[in-house]
């Protein structure tokens, strides 16, 4: 636990949830009898399903969220053939503390179980959450049934659109389990920047007009970042009230996707463009062109975002620009720690962007 230098730890073998429990109640009143300044954090519970072989992986990416790190952490580390529970449970707080002041602990439970607990998982991790938190579910390496185990306990489900392998079952699955738990789509965030930019961009009065104006958008993106393309047109479908149908796939390196909707006043040609030289999930590049000679171009570049507007017209009417927003990508590093802050948030723009997706995926 980054910065954790007090530590009170509990292991053991072939044990029980209720055992567990029963120990982390031990290590919370140990660290507060040793330093009346520590004060177990109540914000959310995130519950972690993983495989093993890969549980070192996650939890590096949970020590770079920094200050959005979740109250209590509940890791399921799934390993084959197991048919018992292993556990270490943690509590972890900074060593200096000022006087009248109070220091945060950081509490983290480690459940190895096997294939076999994963339907009644809930039966095994309902002890073991902060009752009367929100409770946040991330199964990054798949694992839908023990995700369906845990709907009924849990408000939240944590999940990454672009890291299924079929484009169809990632936005089917996002859109089920949304009729029941708050989704949090790393595949929307990663498109925060740009909607941020485009929304600022058509936010005055003297341009918003332009909004009903569009005839095209295009989107590139990494080969297997389809579903945050998708996202992001759908985020502008549902907020400008377009009539969307399915898009026209044509596959191979550069796969592309293109259709049209249907606005109020004229049809939007939509172009969706798989880029093979990102690195990284994501989008590269985001265009938009109005009838009115007004255009916005958005690509990825070093320190952020390169802007280039521009407005067609005669002598000083016509207007060029390029700039740079620096910083408005999070990147994968802090892409998590915007996940569990956005849990706690609620952003009602996802669920209507996802039902237009679906539409143009087909």
């Known amino acids: 636990m980054p910065g954790g230098t007090i530590d009170g730890v509990w292991r053991e073998r072939n044990t029980s949830p209720a055992a567990i429990a029963e120990a982390m109640g031990r290590l919370l009143i140990e660290a507060h009898e040793t330093n009346r300044a520590y004060v177990p954090a109540r914000v959310m519970n995130l519950v972690c399903i993983v495989d093993k072989a890969w ?7 949970l020590r770079n969220v920094g200050r959005y790190h979740p109250s209590r952490t509940v890791v399921c580390a799934v390993e084959d053939y197991r048919t018992t529970l292993d556990a270490v449970a943690t509590v972890a707080g900074p060593a200096d503390t000022r ?10 439970v480690v459940v190895t179980c ?3 607990h994963l339907a009644h998982l809930d039966t095994i991790v309902d002890p073991l959450v902060v009752t009367d938190l929100p409770t946040m579910i991330w199964a990054p390496h798949g694992h839908p049934e023990a995700v369906d185990a845990l709907r009924s306990m ?9 890291a299924e392998p079929d484009l169809d079952d990632a936005l089917h699955r996002s859109w089920d389990l949304s009729s029941e738990l708050y989704v949090v789509d790393l ?15 058509f936010d005055p009065a003297t341009v918003r007009g332009d909004l009903n104006l569009l005839s095209h958008v295009g989107v590139r993106h990494h080969p297997e970042s389809a579903a945050a393309a998708l996202l992001l047109v759908g985020w502008l479908a549902s907020r400008l009230d377009w009539e969307v149908g399915a898009l026209l796939t044509r596959d191979g390196p550069a796969a592309t996707r293109t259709g049209k909707a249907h606005a109020r006043r004229q049809d939007v040609a939509i172009e969706l463009e798989a880029d093979p030289t990102m690195t990284v999930p994501g989008l590269s590049g985001v265009a938009l062109a109005a009838a009115s000679g007004r255009a916005l171009r958005l690509d990825r570049g070093t320190g952020g975002l390169r802007v280039h507007y521009r407005r067609s017209g005669r002598g000083h ?11 408005a990508s999070r990147g994968e590093a ?6 569990i802050r956005q849990a706690l948030l609620r952003d009602p723009t996802y669920k209507p962007a996802l039902e237009a997706a679906l539409r143009l995926a087909g």
Do not use: K, Y
């Open 55 to 61: 549980s070192g992986e996650i939890a590096n990416r």
């Open 99 to 108: 006087p009248g002041g109070f220091a945060v602990l950081r509490e983290t």
């Open 114 to 116: 096997g294939p076999r």
């Open 154 to 162: 849990s408000q939240i489900v944590l999940l990454d659109s672009v």
């Open 187 to 201: 595949a929307w965030l990663r498109s925060t920047p740009w909607r941020e930019r485009i929304a600022a961009t």
């Open 317 to 327: 009417d016509a207007v060029e620009r390029e700039w740079t927003i620096l910083g």
């Open 334 to 339: 802090g892409i998590l720690g915007e996940g």
